[in-house]
């Protein structure tokens, strides 16, 4: 019995760590991407444009990652007792149809305050270049430090 539930916190802990690395990579890869495609166009980068650019990533991230996150909110909060419980496989099969993309257009509508943050960083990090470019020192992209600092 203490094995069952020390097992069942551990594929908690690893479907949580496995989603939150797959939820960064795919929205700031997409973003990077369409950010690129976007410029390649010929189109100028703004303020407006990155927050669309990183709603799209948004989505993009919901689009793959919405099912686990929700298989795993019910995993989290599933009671305590051991006959309850279901596996992350029984809970799938159980919310197939509309309970894993419940909240879906709900939470693509929240996906614009990450956009914006990564609009207004990019606008910072726009301005602070041409600021040291100004004094003379050009520089392509931030350092580590600097990027922390803004």
């Known amino acids: 019995m203490k094995f069952c539930s020390t097992a069942n916190r551990a ?3 690893t479907l949580t760590l496995t ?3 797959l939820q ?3 929205y700031f890869y997409a973003y990077a991407w369409l950010k690129q495609r976007h410029q390649q166009l010929g189109h100028r980068p703004t303020a407006v444009a990155n ?3 990183g709603m799209v990533a948004g989505i993009a991230n919901l689009t793959v990652t919405l099912p686990l996150e929700t298989v795993v909110v019910q995993l989290q909060t599933q009671p305590k007792g051991a006959a309850e419980r279901r596996s992350a496989g029984q809970l799938a099969a159980e919310l197939w149809r509309t309970g894993l993309w419940k909240s879906y ?3 693509c509508a929240l996906t ?3 956009a914006l943050t990564t609009a207004i960083f990019d606008a910072l990090k726009a301005r602070y270049l041409a600021v040291l470019a100004s004094a003379g020192r050009h520089q392509r992209s931030l350092n580590t430090a600097q990027s922390f600092a803004l």
């Open 11 to 13: 594929l908690t802990l």
């Open 19 to 21: 989603l939150t690395v």
């Open 24 to 26: 960064n990579f795919i």
């Open 51 to 53: 927050t669309a650019l």
């Open 105 to 107: 257009w709900i939470s």
């Open 112 to 114: 614009l305050n990450p």
